[in-house]
């Protein structure tokens, strides 16, 4: 069976998925983490939730203008490299760069 890009709001609702103990980053830079889960967002937006390799829960918001940064095509459980960086005008901290670290492709095709 083909795993979906992310789980719609009702799927989310049905799910056992717990996002409490994720949170919006703080700060900037390059993390390593795992992708734990993703669903799709209220404005056209996808929700990535993450571990970071400092034990770390975070998650973020990408958006189809620019193709979710790839996560909508990547698996569940994908090690992956993330770029944070703060707006210029406002100062949040926003993904910039969602990149697989696996050694093989984990991508759906």
């Known amino acids: 069976m083909e795993e979906k890009r992310a789980l719609s709001n009702r799927q989310f609702a049905a799910s ?3 996002i409490k103990p994720y949170s919006f980053i703080t700060t900037e830079g390059v ?3 795992t992708l734990d889960f993703k ?5 056209k937006n996808l929700l990535s939730y993450f571990t970071l390799s400092d034990g770390r829960k975070i998650f973020a918001s990408t958006f189809a203008l620019q ?3 790839g996560l909508a095509d990547i698996r569940l459980g994908t090690n992956v490299k993330l770029t944070f960086i703060a707006a210029k005008t406002s100062g949040t901290i926003y993904l910039r760069k969602a990149e697989t670290t696996d050694t093989t492709i984990q991508t759906k095709k």
Request: proline residues 0%; aromatic residues 28%.
């Open 31 to 33: 993390f390593t983490g």
């Open 16 to 18: 056992d998925f717990d």
């Open 39 to 43: 669903r799709w967002g209220k404005k």
């Open 67 to 69: 193709d979710y940064l």
